[in-house]
Nanobody
Framework: QVQLVESGGRLVQAGDSLRLACATS????????MGWFRQASGKERQFVTV???????HYTKSVEGRFTISRDNAKNIVYLHMNSLKPEDTAVYYC?????????????????WGQGTQVTVSS
């Protein structure tokens, strides 16, 4: 059974930093590209970043220079390091695993999803 479990979301102030983690089990982690998406209240789920099996990363423009994705293939965990957080970063953050696409920003290319973790940034 494949599981992706996010953690680390909480209420922070603008300018703060936060690290999210996504622990996976039941899949060959190193064979999957791992992405982070976010969904603000009342909005569609949006791509944030993805890291492929060669540790190459891609980011949506609004987080470039502030967010960093990394993965630990020995622990089967993917991280999202978020700096200089802004109120507009407030959302539920989801991690996802893709077997077929190395750097997709589309939800349809991801095979497995976590349940999400809430990040709230106050101004």
């Amino acid at each position: 059974q494949v599981q992706l479990v996010e953690s680390g979301g909480r209420l922070v102030q603008a300018g703060d930093s936060l690290r999210l983690a996504c622990a996976t089990s039941g899949l060959p982690f190193s064979a999957y590209a791992m992405g982070w998406f976010r969904q603000a209240s009342g909005k569609e789920r949006q791509f944030v970043t993805v890291i492929d099996w060669f540790h190459r990363a891609h980011y949506t423009k609004s987080v470039e220079g502030r967010f960093t994705i990394s993965r630990d293939n020995a622990k089967n965990i993917v991280y999202l390091h978020m700096n200089s957080l802004k109120p507009e970063d407030t959302a539920v953050y989801y991690c996802a695993a893709s077997l077929k696409a190395a750097n997709s920003n589309s939800t349809i290319d991801y095979n497995y999803w976590g349940q999400g973790t809430q990040v709230t940034v106050s101004s």
